[in-house]
Nanobody, 116 residues
Framework: QVQLVESGGGPVQPGGSLRLSCAASGSASNSPDIMGWYRQAPGKPRGMVAIITNDGSTNYADSVKGRFTISRDYAKGVVYLEMSSLKPEDTAVYYC?????????WGQGTQVTVSS
């Protein structure tokens, strides 16, 4: 049973932009409390990139502040991550996460590669 599906990843040159999307289905889409994006680079642990709560509050990792923007269409159960001024160190697999009524859902991940 697929719950979260990410899209929008791919290769991009340094300084470029990408927009990631994550659409929820099933119980994951039922009034999530938190919607967020995490990333994992090779050999590193998964870390928070940005989260948005059900009241619209946001939080960003220091490394992406001013460059990334998280937004969501709450009614549709979709969360977005607008990424600009991308750097090679942003290269990672990006995962979306929903927390819905105490249950954590993860997407399958989408690769973002920043390289010239």
């Amino acid at each position: 049973q697929v719950q979260l599906v990410e899209s929008g990843g791919g290769p991009v040159q340094p300084g470029g932009s990408l927009r990631l999307s994550c659409a929820a289905s099933g119980s994951a889409s039922n009034s999530p409390d938190i919607m967020g994006w995490y990333r994992q680079a090779p050999g590193k642990p998964r870390g928070m990139v940005a989260i948005i709560t059900n009241d619209g509050s946001t939080n960003y990792a220091d490394s992406v502040k001013g460059r990334f923007t998280i937004s969501r269409d709450y009614a549709k159960g979709v969360v977005y991550l607008e990424m600009s001024s991308l750097k090679p160190e942003d290269t990672a697999v990006y995962y979306c996460e929903f927390v819905t009524r105490g249950t954590i859902y993860w997407g399958q991940g989408t690769q973002v590669t920043v390289s010239s």
